[in-house]
Nanobody, 123 residues
Framework: QVQVVESGGGSVQAGGSLRLSCAAS????????MGWFRQAPGKERQFVTI????????SYADSVKGRFTISRDNAKNTVYLQMNSLKPEDTGVYYC????????????????WGQGTQVTVSS
């Protein structure tokens, strides 16, 4: 059984930065594909970024490319999401998700989810 716990959300003005953390337990991080998703009020959960199991290759949604960076610390079994140049449209609940082995960018690919952390960006 894998558990993931997010932390680091908060409120920031447009142009600011936040770093989210996702601590995984139950499996070594190198065996997990880890994804970040977000959900704004009244909208569907959308893909933000993933780091794949093994080598840790990454993919990003077009809307966050160049502003967000996902990284992993295998020794701490933790994934980070550094968010820079935040915009009001980045507001939402950010979820960390995990799957053992390969996974895609769709939320349905993941079977372990955190409780979510709120990110609010004001203009």
């Amino acid at each position: 059984q894998v558990q993931v716990v997010e932390s680091g959300g908060g409120s920031v003005q447009a142009g600011g930065s936040l770093r989210l953390s996702c601590a995984a337990s139950g499996r070594a991080l190198t065996t997990l594909t880890m994804g970040w998703f977000r959900q704004a009020p009244g909208k569907e959960r959308q893909f933000v970024t993933i780091t794949r199991y093994g080598g840790g290759s990454t993919s990003y949604a077009d809307s966050v490319k160049g502003r967000f960076t996902i990284s992993r610390d295998n020794a701490k079994n933790t994934v980070y999401l550094q968010m820079n140049s935040l915009k009001p449209e980045d507001t939402g609940v950010y979820y960390c998700a995990a799957r053992v082995g390969p996974a895609g960018v769709g939320a349905a690919s993941y079977n372990y989810w955190g409780q979510g952390t709120q990110v609010t960006v004001s203009s």
